[in-house]
């Protein structure tokens, strides 16, 4: 299986002189294409560092980080959004723009596209992702906080890209809004081959979604596998994380109707 990712050795290095300090220390991961890999840490371990890493929007201070084939540096100067999208996680839409404007962002700053295609590219997003073509007219700030979500992740997919980056995907919404969601990302995942990785601290999410985790703690990735392999972990991160109250709720069985 094609590697999509490949982290080998990486530092990241903030801060300068006697204020020089490394989040990342000797870090390795590899992302195989079609997998769903769910990032998790404690605050402070370097998650959306990571991802930050994996776009090139940082430089490595030792190490590399290989984007689907290509050093992330280069990936960055030829533009991200081509060929991988990313959801921020509160959306980041634009306020002056209505959903079908910032949907279709991406591709008029690519340039070259008719207005007619850009909107009907736009409008095709903006219905993959479960919203109807009336919602096109509609300003950020009259949208809930699951429309906002799913305009997100239409902008982010508007290239087409191979790789989507998630952010603390289900942040905000309450349940029903989450599973939703969920069950979305679940179905795009599967429809257009993606591979993703997801930061988040949502344990339901997690256990919905992903097909690897991947722990941060100690300035590295300490353990991946299964859901249910790094569960079993022995270390104070996982143990609180994945064996705590929330933990086992998450774990425990649906109940049957």
């Not at 353990?223 to 609180?240: C, D, L, N, W």
Request: proline share 5%; hydrophobic share 40%.
């Amino acid at each position: 299986m094609q590697n999509v990712v490949e982290i080998h050795k990486l530092w990241s290095i903030f801060g300068q002189g006697k204020n020089r300090y490394a989040v990342h220390e000797d870090l390795d991961l590899t992302v195989r294409r079609g997998e769903m890999l769910s990032i998790v840490g404690g605050s402070g371990t370097g998650k959306t560092v990571m991802l930050r890493q994996i776009l090139g929007l940082l430089t490595p201070g030792k190490g590399s980080v290989t984007t689907l084939g290509r050093p992330a540096a280069e990936l960055c100067r030829e533009g991200a959004s081509a060929r991988v999208g990313m959801l921020f996680q509160h959306g980041a839409l634009y306020s002056a723009f209505d959903v079908l404007e910032n949907i279709a962002f991406p591709l008029r700053e690519q340039g070259g596209l008719s207005d007619d295609v850009i909107r009907r590219a736009a409008m095709m997003k903006l219905q993959m992702v479960g919203l109807k073509p009336e919602h096109a007219t509609r300003r950020p700030s009259d949208l809930s906080g699951g429309m906002i979500k799913r305009v997100a992740l239409a902008r982010a997919l508007i290239m087409d890209p191979p790789l989507l980056l998630l952010d603390e995907p289900t942040a905000g919404l309450d349940p029903t809004s989450s599973d939703e969601f969920c069950d979305l990302l679940r179905q795009l995942h599967q429809d257009l081959g993606l591979t993703v990785i997801m930061v988040t601290h949502d344990l339901d999410t997690l256990f919905a979604l992903s097909t690897r985790v991947a722990v941060l703690a100690e300035k590295r990735v300490l353990v991946s596998g299964t859901a249910q392999e790094v569960t079993q972990f022995q270390h104070p991160f996982t143990i609180t994380f994945f064996q705590g109250e929330r933990g086992r709720r998450a774990m425990a069985p649906a109940p049957q109707s």
